[in-house]
């Protein structure tokens, strides 16, 4: 009978131990993340655009359906062409897939323009303009 015991109580002192650990280790492991940082983290959307800051860097996602990426020379009737990108007023460069990423930017806020270069009627001087902040 004692020795039944002694192991129900030897039970007892190793889970309650085990709980108190996994515990701690939540603590440990989320301490605290600013808010800031969880909304940052989500794609937003901007009309044919998604986009999410982290760190210094952009992240951009095309939204567009029936439309193709290409850098070779674009006929008037394809719905085709590529993007052009501008942070604050400046040419940051072409982009010619769907996704990319826009890095090394300075902390504070930035003006980002994503035009679409097309000869299509549909897509010609199509753009999104928003305001990203970097922390």
Known sequence: MKWMLSIC????????????????QITKQDPAVPVMQQVQSEMKQQGFLKYKVQGSSVYIE?????????????????????????????????????AFVVKHLSKGKHKMTVVINSRHPEYREKRETWDVFVT
Do not use: I, P, W
């Open 62 to 98: 095309s939204t567009l359906q029936d439309f193709h990426l290409e850098s070779t020379q674009l006929k008037k009737d394809e719905k085709a062409g590529y993007f052009t990108v501008y942070v604050d007023g400046k040419r940051a460069g072409n982009e010619y897939t769907a």
């Open 9 to 24: 109580a030897l039970l007892f002192l190793v889970t309650g131990c085990q709980s108190q650990h996994e515990e701690k």
